[in-house]
């Protein structure tokens, strides 16, 4: 599609107007019609569907209608968090979406809500746009905390940054052996939390990249671990990668030194239904760490 035949036409779906709010800056910012980009009332008259938000039982009725009337060859572009995955609506009992459940998507913009600039971005490639000149404008800004990534040698899956996402953006998914570490980039909010809050430092927001994907699945950054087994059943424990982070921690707090580490490392190395029929192991570790802690205090 060449931008000369670029015909926009705005969908609400069921949102809180943030993105919509975004899409009016775009144009104050730029001339569409500088661009070949004509902004029309009707999608009779479209054939590029922008969409933001989740869409509820109603407006899915109108969505539908609104995609079966564009113009050929029609394009629809998931705008914001909403659009992708129905974001902070998500489980509502009124809602029907996302998006893409209910028509085709060429592209989803992320963000809650997307800059003006990304929305620009997104439609000059899947437009073919000219945006000569407006270079300046579409870069990252200084202080953009961008999105986030996990460093998968860093990551030691315990979850805080799962724990305290306020968008669900970050999920634990634990399968046998493997516990699976999944940010979805298209829920982010770009808070930082998960930055903040990660213990291990494998958490980075990283600015720059394109802030729009042309599958939801290419917004997903993950971390693989593999889990510890139970000494006593087998059974799965957190991640090795995380016990080996706290034992290297109570070591440098406590100065246990590699016998008392190789000590509290088989009394970690149990599963909480062995612990209740070995308390044993719990005593002793406890009787370990407060010997430990009792000299460093000293």
């Known amino acids: 599609m060449s931008g000369q035949g670029t015909r926009l036409y705005r969908f609400d779906a069921s949102g ?19 661009l070949g980009v004509a902004l029309v009332e009707q999608p009779d008259d479209a054939n590029v569907l922008l969409v933001t938000g989740g869409a509820n039982l109603k407006s899915r009725r109108e969505l539908e209608a609104a995609y079966q009337r564009l113009q050929e060859p029609r394009t629809v572009v998931a705008v914001g968090a909403c659009a992708a995955t129905m974001g902070v ?24 809500p997307p800059r003006p600039q990304a929305i620009l971005g997104a439609l000059a490639e899947l437009c073919g746009l000219s945006v000569d000149g407006l ?7 200084d ?15 315990c979850g805080a ?28 909010i770009y808070c930082a939390s998960c930055q903040e809050v990660c ?54 707090k406590l100065a246990l030194g590699p016998e008392g580490t190789r000590a509290l490392a088989a009394r970690l190395a149990v599963c909480p239904a062995c612990r209740r029929s070995r308390l044993g192991e719990v005593r ?11 000299r460093a205090a000293g």
């Open 16 to 34: 809180c107007n943030g993105c919509d709010v975004e899409l009016l800056e775009l144009t104050a910012l730029v001339s569409l019609g500088d």
């Open 89 to 112: 609506f998500k489980g509502g009992y009124a809602m029907a979406g996302p998006i893409d459940a209910i028509v085709p998507v060429a592209a989803y913009i992320l963000g809650c």
């Open 135 to 141: 270079e300046g404008m579409l870069g990252t800004p």
């Open 143 to 157: 202080g953009f905390r961008g999105d986030p990534h996990v460093d998968q040698e860093a990551c030691m899956g």
């Open 161 to 188: 940054c799962a724990n305290v996402c306020p968008a669900g953006a970050i999920e634990i998914v634990e399968s046998g052996r493997e516990r699976l570490v999944r940010f979805r980039r298209q829920d982010c």
């Open 199 to 252: 213990p291990s430092r494998a958490v980075t927001l990283r600015a720059g990249e394109k802030p729009w994907v042309l599958a939801r699945e290419a917004s997903v950054s993950e971390a693989r671990l593999a889990r510890g087994a139970c000494r006593v059943c087998g059974g799965a424990l957190p991640p090795e990668a995380q016990l080996t982070w706290a034992l290297a921690r109570a070591d440098e």
């Open 284 to 294: 002793e570790a406890k009787r370990l760490l407060a010997i430990r802690a009792g």
